[in-house]
């Protein structure tokens, strides 16, 4: 029964295991000894993979869901594939990303060892509100851990969890040479009753520290241990601060689950081979030419986006869909500054929203060549406007699922959960 729902990247399969088997993540992770859960608002697909090749690297078994399908019946869904007959999967550790939200049903059956809390930021404002709601779903997830938890340094709503913690606490943040860099990445922090500074970094904690900037844009780090065993200089190969604060955060998990083992030449070496994640910054060659695509979902992830990009503008169409999976309500559009596009102006705009984002587009004063709100369709007129030109997509979830779709059917690219599996 368990290989015929295996496969495919769906969810559907562990919706119909959960249903039947509420246990089963129980079960099946029974003989793991480190279950480690990554969450947060942004950048948890990207650190899990980093997460995990760093410890591959390293001889581990790891288990995991390659995805991005963060509900559990997304992860149930990734272990199907690993559960032998007993459904008792074996393996030195599981590193599972979670949504906030469902970070809490994941935990309300399996207590992880530890947990890596990236951020909290704006997002699906139906599901979530307001982040003080968010930052107490990963308080009470943080109070689960059983062995440790690694925090956002720099991310007030994540280093305040620190005050419950009765375990080992890490933290991971940048070099204050790059702090002026980090409110384009961070909610803003008013609660003025309680303000607090950010914590002390101590000897096994990481610190992001830049290395000059490349001729071609591209810069370099190395994540810094008081305690030493540097790791880098490491050279990504998805671009932008936020990706190198992931890595960051990676790599000072790793260390703390990897103890005396941990290598920095190794981790070094892996962090520079991890491809981005599905979607996610994700180069495709159309034979002769690229098309990246982006997926954007909340103001700071948007804006992100359009900072790491804007530095090298091309043919550009952004593609906003409101179904569940990418929240309903895209007001938080308009939390958004798309001056950066101004100069060369949008091509097409896409989406079930595609109307709500010209509209917001032309409050920027950034012109719009055409409005198609069906998305292959939208592609297709795309691609002929620009011919032997680089594209870019801009994209909300569902409409990237959509597009990544169509786009591997043309050009045989990797099916979905195989991508970057190097």
Known sequence: MLARLRGGGSALP???VERID?????????????????????GKTTTTRMLVAVLRAHGKKVVTNPTGSNFTRGVISALLGEAPANGRIAADMAVLELDEAHALRFVAVVAPTRALLLNVARDQLDRFAEIDYTADLLRRLARTARLGVVLNRDD??????????????????????????????????????????APELGAQDGLLRPEELQPDGTQRFTVEFAAGGHVGPVQLRQRGLAAMINATAAATMARSLLGSEFNAATA?????SVAPPFGRGEVIDLGGRTLELVLVKNPAGFTVALGAYGSTPVATMIAINDNTADGRDVSWLYDVSFASLAQRGVSIVSGQRAYDMA?????????????IPELEPALD??????????????????????????LAARYDLSAFGEEGQE
């Open 268 to 272: 070094a070496e892996a962090l520079s």
């Open 14 to 16: 562990g919706l119909v």
């Open 22 to 42: 509420p246990q089963f993540l129980d079960h099946a992770l029974a003989d793991i000894s480190e279950v480690v859960v990554v969450s947060g608002t942004n």
């Open 359 to 371: 509209l917001r587009l032309e409050y920027d004063q950034v012109s719009t060549d055409r409005v």
């Open 156 to 197: 007030s709503f994540i280093a305040r969890i620190a005050r419950e913690m009765q375990v080992d606490v890490r933290y991971f943040g940048v070099h204050p040479e790059m702090a002026d860099r980090l409110p384009e990445l961070q909610e803003a922090d008013v609660r003025f009753e309680d303000e607090s500074a």
């Open 381 to 406: 007129a795309f691609l002929a406007a620009h011919p032997g030109q680089p594209l870019r997509i801009f994209c909300t979830y569902t409409a990237m699922m959509s597009l990544r779709r169509v």
